[in-house]
């Protein structure tokens, strides 16, 4: 019997060491790095043109291959953890899905989604992007954008340079509005339009427009924080000189 319940204690004892050693083993596992894929300019190009695919991730070393249609095309070092694959004097046979797998030691860590790149011929005129209340906003204000086209029925995108998804704007208000911005609102953005028929038509990506977003609060903060820090300073100055000996 004594046998038995010492039996039985050493094989639970097995267990929660096993047990203990599988938590250790899952917090040492590094999780997957997420990878983003963007155009840079983004937008539609047109045949001859050039853009970018950046391919980026929170990575040290690695590789990124890039991939179209599931096919290998090349692969690049990261340099400050992204790498740039440049496009030009494109054709229709550089249009099509793309996407990036990130590599360490040969082993596949993470893929990204996947984004198009289009070729068409702008027929549209070229629209242009204004922003209201301006380019410089404090943070949680209202901004909205307008994209202005000489083309009663085009609908437009709204692009932000480093993101893979577009925004569509509101074809009866003809704007895109963010409330509440916050720093990660900012950046550059510029829009595109097309207009929907037998086939598609497009316009130029308008010039492009830089968004500050302003977080005064912190800054109102960091002041405050400095001003103490001086005040500090400042009383221990006088502190120590009130309590050095004068001169006899």
């Not at 999780?31 to 040290?60: A, E, Y």
């Not at 599931?70 to 229709?92: C, K, M, P, V």
């Not at 010039?207 to 300073?233: E, H, I, S």
Request: proline content about 5%; hydrophobic content about 40%; overall charge neutral.
């Amino acid at each position: 019997m004594e046998g038995a319940k010492r039996g039985m204690m050493l094989t639970m004892t097995h267990v929660l060491v096993f047990g203990a050693w599988l938590a250790a083993q899952s917090e040492a596992t590094p999780s997957s790095p997420t990878i983003s894929i963007f155009l840079k300019p983004p937008g539609v190009i047109p045949p001859g043109g050039s853009t970018t695919i950046c391919c980026s991730c929170q990575c040290d070393n690695g590789n990124f291959v890039l991939y179209k249609n599931g096919y290998q095309l090349l692969t690049l070092e990261l340099h400050d953890s992204r790498a740039e694959f440049s496009i030009s004097n494109a054709t229709q046979e550089d249009a099509g899905p793309y996407s990036c797998h990130y590599l360490d030691g040969g082993t596949v860590l993470s893929r990204s989604e996947t984004v198009d790149v289009m070729v068409q011929e702008f027929h549209l005129p070229k629209p242009v992007l204004s922003v209201l209340p301006g380019q410089e906003v404090a943070a949680g204000a209202h901004v909205a954008f307008y994209c202005t086209i000489a083309h009663s029925s085009a609908s437009c995108f709204l692009y932000l340079e480093g993101q893979n998804k577009a925004e569509l704007f509101s074809k009866e208000q003809g704007d895109f509005n963010l409330s509440h911005v916050r720093k990660g609102n900012g950046g550059r953005y510029s829009c595109q339009c097309y207009t929907k028929g037998a086939s598609f038509k497009w316009s130029a990506v308008s010039k492009t427009l830089d968004l500050v977003v302003k977080d005064y609060t912190w800054n109102n903060v960091v002041r405050l924080v400095l001003g103490v820090a001086v005040l500090v300073l400042l009383g221990m100055m006088v502190a120590e000189a009130a309590h050095r000996p004068g001169p006899r």
